[in-house]
């Protein structure tokens, strides 16, 4: 990928790239609104609800979402890329509500499903577009659409993959 793409102007690219490293500390999702057109951040309030300013009103209940980081590599590269919920649950496999119950009730099987998707092998298509935060330009990768193409075996190795590789290289003449 290369560095100037999406500085000026926004861009659409597509890539084929193994996940590297999926973050899943405290950021790898958010309690969103319930409401079906609202995905707007909730906060708990002091009644035990959850509280959209966007519907001012109070939610009993509220709807974990992605918002997953991760990074990604190819040949030319490696890059942080952003998965919301319907792309992060393709390639994690569950449901953000799903995880944050089994990181309550079973730490580590919590955290073989990130495990379980590093350095998986995806098909994206990424949008690349400049952002400025905290008086920084920065340009941010987001998945728009993600397909898995292959997970790692307990047989997968370096040396499998790069002779595989070698073997595409040969069959290009």
């Given at each position: 990928?290369?560095?100037?793409?999406?500085q000026?102007?926004?861009?659409?690219?597509?890539?084929?790239?193994?996940?590297?490293?999926?973050?899943?500390?405290n950021?790898?999702?958010?309690?969103?609104?319930?409401?079906?057109?609202?995905?707007?951040?909730?906060?708990?309030?002091?009644?035990?609800?959850?509280?959209?300013?966007?519907?001012?009103?109070?939610?009993?209940?509220?709807?974990?979402?992605?918002?997953?980081?991760?990074?990604?590599?190819d040949?030319?590269?490696?890059?942080?890329v952003?998965?919301?919920?319907?792309?992060a649950?393709?390639?994690?496999?569950?449901?953000?509500?799903?995880?944050?119950?089994?990181?309550?009730?079973?730490?580590k099987?919590?955290?073989?499903?990130?495990?379980?998707?590093?350095?998986c092998t995806?098909?994206a298509r990424?949008?690349?577009?400049?952002?400025?935060?905290?008086e920084?330009?920065?340009?941010?990768?987001s998945?728009?659409s993600?397909?898995?193409?292959?997970?790692?075996?307990?047989?997968?190795?370096?040396?499998?993959?790069?002779?595989?590789?070698?073997?595409?290289?040969?069959?290009?003449?």
């Amino acid at each position: 990928v290369r560095e100037s793409l999406g500085q000026n102007t926004p861009a659409v690219y597509e890539a084929e790239m193994i996940v590297t490293k999926l973050n899943h500390d405290n950021t790898w999702m958010y309690n969103a609104c319930p409401k079906d057109d609202c995905k707007k951040k909730v906060t708990a309030d002091h009644a035990g609800g959850w509280r959209c300013e966007k519907c001012n009103q109070v939610y009993p209940e509220c709807n974990p979402r992605y918002v997953l980081s991760f990074t990604a590599s190819d040949a030319t590269g490696r890059l942080w890329v952003s998965a919301f919920n319907a792309e992060a649950e393709q390639m994690l496999g569950r449901s953000a509500k799903e995880l944050v119950a089994l990181q309550e009730t079973d730490p580590k099987a919590f955290e073989a499903v990130f495990d379980a998707a590093t350095y998986c092998t995806v098909r994206a298509r990424i949008r690349a577009r400049s952002e400025e935060y905290q008086e920084q330009r920065k340009v941010k990768h987001s998945l728009l659409s993600v397909a898995v193409l292959g997970a790692p075996s307990s047989q997968w190795s370096w040396a499998s993959a790069a002779a595989d590789i070698a073997q595409k290289i040969e069959a290009l003449g």
